[in-house]
């Protein structure tokens, strides 16, 4: 499932905890494709604290708690990791990570907390949602089947690689264009692992941050650039990233489009996804500014000047995405979609 999709079932199910309904989602997929981001932006955009239990590290007790003496009877020590309502709050998420990671033993100790929402005396305060990710065995990591008691107190969502959320992210996050306009035009780079191989390094959505942060520390560094690159996503996909933003000194001058120059596109087709995400990357500075209807419909006018039209569309629609419908009451945006015809513009 697409990410966008599982971000919406993923707040519906911490929203859903108040009202008894939550059922505890257990995410599947591959490493680098931003399961645990996922439920980072739940609980940011929530303003709630995330709880992030690596399984993986922990003994049976860990979770369970140490044992201690009241008079003839013994009680358990409540581990301090686990949500509280006076020191954590009253809502967040509790996020097992690398459950699948866990040794059976520690997986065993959690089957009770998944389902039942409690360890012995010690509750889950009801505003508290119960998330779980791991990789699947196929993925070269350290794993464990999963027991079916436990694999049955989930629902289950495998997490696909889906370039458009991608790009909506890395957009909201400021992640150099550059790397955008690349994968525009390399889109099966975005996630490229192969377990049979045994990389080190590959493309993923995780490592293509990695990429964006050496690019802003390196690229005044010619004689590392590549090398911090390849160490990011891999020998491959660092050569043709590369030689793409070596490319880019053909770029056509942004600024004349932006003031509404008669500027043609470029004919090479990785200059254009880089004018392309370049220009998206233009109006979203340019958003809640005074000449932001300006800006706006001068990259319209642009984009219908790209010969393939399909071009133009997904420039318009990633514009779409970043800045919302505010794009649909700039007088050149109805102009633009008249002279697309019958390319619809997509969500």
Known sequence: MRPAHLSVILEQEFLSTDRGHHTPVMLWGAPG??????????????????????LSQMEPSDLRGIPFRVDDMVEWATPALLPNKAKHGTSGILFLDEITSAPPS????????????????????????????GNRQGDRGVTYAMPAPLANRFSHFEVSVYLD????????????????????????????FDPAHN??????????EFAHRALQKFIDYPD?????????VGDAAGIELHTFIMNLENM????AIIQG?????????????????ALVGR???????PEATEVYGHILDFATRFRHREMGVMLVSDMHRAIGNDLFSVPAFNQWAQAIGDVMLYE
């Open 261 to 277: 120059q008669a500027v043609e596109p470029p004919h090479d087709t990785d200059l254009q996804y880089a004018v392309a995400a």
């Open 165 to 192: 959320d991608w790009v909506a992210w890395a957009y909201q996050h400021q992640i150099d264009e550059r790397i955008i306009g690349f994968l525009r035009f390399r889109p099966e780079l975005l996630f490229d």
């Open 252 to 255: 056509p001058d942004l600024d």
């Open 199 to 208: 990389p080190v390094a590959f493309p993923s959505p995780r490592s293509w």
């Open 33 to 54: 494709i931003g399961k645990s981001q996922i439920v980072a932006q739940i609980a940011a955009k929530h303003q709630v604290p995330v709880i992030d239990i690596r």
């Open 106 to 133: 520690v997986s065993a100790a959690a089957y009770q907390l998944i389902l039942d929402r409690r360890l012995g005396e010690y509750q889950v305060p009801n505003g508290w949602a119960i998330f779980a990710a």
């Open 283 to 289: 109006a979203i500075r340019a958003k809640d500014q």
């Open 224 to 232: 590392l650039l590549l090398g911090s690159l390849q160490a990011c």
